[in-house]
């Protein structure tokens, strides 16, 4: 069984372990500084009242955050394939009392989300990863999105781009904004 298999298995012990540990790293108090979830959303453009998905949702770092931007008139969908990912999040969402906040597991790639659904879509912390093809989500991405709404896609690896993977889909690119590349949905 390959790392893949083991770590996106959530009825592993391994896999879950990993993953656990995988989460309490996402919540280090030191990514504060390095990673500042509020200023990473600002680049995203977020709004309050908008409906919002948040695909890998980990440990709920955004969550939190982007569901305070949203206000009670928003909602924020926030969604991960690991049943531990949304097990912490959903305690999160849960000891603050978070009322605009769905919290579920779900594949990203084919989700059971309803087409134009969403103002905004977060891919936050995900891509590149070797278990999302980026092809295959710009196409579930253009289809969940609302015509003229926004994804934004943010990540730690450098030099690394989506435009390449978006051949297949209508998308606007604009300008990078606090790190944060911005697709809009032409």
Known sequence: MGIKAIVLNDKSEKGNALFTKMLKWLDNPARQKYNNPEKLLAGSGIQCGQTVLEIGCGS??????????LGEEGKLYSIDIHAKAVEETQKKVNELKLKNVVVKKDNAMKSSFEDSMFDLILLY??????????????????????????????????????????????????????????????
């Open 60 to 69: 709920g770092f955004f969550t939190i955050p982007a569901s305070k931007i």
């Open 125 to 186: 912390g995900v891509v590149p990863a070797p278990v999302i093809n980026m092809s295959d989500i710009s196409i579930e991405i253009h289809r969940l999105l609302k015509p003229g709404g926004n994804c934004a896609i943010w990540t730690m690896v450098p030099f690394w781009s989506p435009w390449p993977a978006l051949k297949h889909v209508s998308f606007e690119k604009n300008k990078k904004h606090n790190g944060v590349f911005l697709l809009r949905k032409i």
